[in-house]
């Protein structure tokens, strides 16, 4: 192996056989424009210095080019809506309608806008500002949280997304267990150059649809022509997008779509509770329309919320396509233009 690593002038030093040949090139020449590379102009400290602990005067000599002037722009000088941090991931801490805390893990999304003039932001005071309030519930403090980040980075703009997968305890439909359900969750707060604070909650409800068309036509060859038959059902999954002020708790919106579609997946399943779930099917036949309308009309009802939308995907067991819907609240801010990839994200995997 040594001798494979030799160099042919019987030396062990690769960089500086390199080296050597790089300096047998012309140099300083105004026409080819060469430069002269010298070895020891190479000779770096390869040694990790792990005691080295700046001062503040040398880290503010540091270059900074995300700081720097409007000219180390590239591309055009414009505004962005919106520049920061996906997927940063640490543990925070909520609170349940039952008055228990819970912390999980949380994917965070922190972005703020950009004028025109600068070049960059620091995005490690996104990160930053979290941290401050790890200790805090987060669902309290988004406000706060926009607040700082914006101010330390001059921004007009600034946005939060916080991530997580909610369990909530639920009980069998007839036998005396329970399991652990959870929920798709996506808290958002928007705080506007104009002061003007917003707060979004993002919840997906996961529920079977049995087809209305489906089961008619599978009694009708059941009584006329003594068939057995099974019509179709499929998971289904409704995504709930509220705006509010006043607190709505993950456990209210759970409960809001128990109410309204009434045919939630189950958690633990034995005999007794999967011949529940076939005759709360049978009373609750449902097409996608009837889905979002169900939806809408309890999510109307309730005034702690300000705006709304509902998406439905049946996940179709007949077709090889889904089915789906979309409503909103009357004058509503949110968008009924759904992108492939938002469809395609209703799609939960295990």
């Known amino acids: 192996m040594e001798d494979f690593l030799k160099n042919e002038d019987g030396s062990n030093n690769i960089l500086?056989?390199?080296?050597?040949?790089?300096?047998?090139?012309?140099?300083?020449?105004?026409?080819?424009?060469?430069i002269d590379y010298k070895s020891e102009d190479f000779q770096f400290d390869r040694k990790y210095d792990a005691a080295y602990k700046p001062t503040k005067d040398e880290i503010d000599a540091f270059p900074d080019l995300q700081n720097g002037p409007s000219s180390?722009?590239?591309?055009?000088?414009?505004?962005?809506?919106?520049?920061?941090?996906?997927?940063?991931?640490?543990?925070?801490?909520?609170?349940?309608?039952g008055g228990d805390d819970i912390t999980l893990e949380t994917r965070v999304t922190g972005a703020v806008s950009l004028a025109a003039h600068k070049k960059g932001?620091?995005?490690?005071?996104?990160?930053?500002?979290?941290?401050?309030?790890?200790?805090?519930y987060v669902f309290n403090n988004l406000e706060k949280i926009l607040l700082k980040y914006k101010d330390n980075l001059d921004s007009f703009?600034?946005?939060?997304?916080l991530n997580f997968s909610y369990p909530i305890l639920?009980?069998?439909?007839?036998?005396?267990?329970?399991?652990?359900?959870?929920?798709?969750v996506t808290l958002e707060g928007n705080l506007k150059n104009d002061g003007k604070f917003k707060k979004y909650l993002h919840f997906d409800f996961v529920y079977s649809s049995a087809c209305p068309c489906s089961y008619e036509l599978a009694?009708?060859?059941?009584?006329?022509?003594?068939?057995?038959?099974?019509?179709?059902?499929?998971?289904?999954?409704?995504?709930?997008?509220?705006?509010?002020?006043?607190?709505?708790?993950?456990?209210?919106?759970?409960d809001l779509c128990v109410k309204a579609?009434?045919?939630?997946?189950?958690?633990?399943?034995?005999?007794?509770?999967e011949m529940a779930f076939a005759e709360l099917n049978g009373s609750y036949l449902k097409f996608v329309e009837d889905a979002a309308r169900l939806l809408y009309k309890h999510l109307e009802s309730d005034?702690?919320?300000?705006?709304?939308?509902?998406?439905?995907s049946h996940q179709e067991s007949l077709h090889s396509h889904d089915a789906i819907s979309v409503i909103t609240a009357p004058s509503s801010s949110f968008s009924t233009d759904i992108s492939h990839e938002l469809w395609s994200s209703l799609i939960h995997i295990s």
Request: charged fraction near 30%.
């Open 16 to 34: 500086d056989n390199s080296f050597k040949s790089l300096n047998q090139i012309e140099s300083n020449s105004v026409t080819n424009n060469v």
């Open 72 to 97: 180390l722009i590239q591309g055009a000088s414009v505004n962005i809506q919106q520049v920061g941090i996906h997927n940063f991931r640490l543990p925070l801490k909520y609170r349940t309608r």
């Open 121 to 136: 932001i620091n995005m490690s005071r996104i990160m930053r500002s979290f941290y401050e309030f790890k200790d805090d």
């Open 157 to 161: 703009d600034a946005k939060i997304g």
């Open 170 to 184: 639920k009980p069998s439909l007839r036998s005396n267990n329970e399991g652990y359900q959870y929920y798709k």
């Open 219 to 254: 009694e009708y060859a059941r009584k006329s022509r003594n068939k057995a038959t099974v019509s179709h059902s499929q998971r289904s999954v409704a995504r709930i997008s509220i705006e509010f002020n006043d607190t709505v708790w993950i456990e209210d919106l759970q």
């Open 261 to 273: 579609l009434r045919t939630e997946t189950q958690v633990v399943v034995k005999r007794e509770d």
């Open 303 to 312: 005034k702690r919320i300000l705006d709304f939308r509902v998406i439905c």
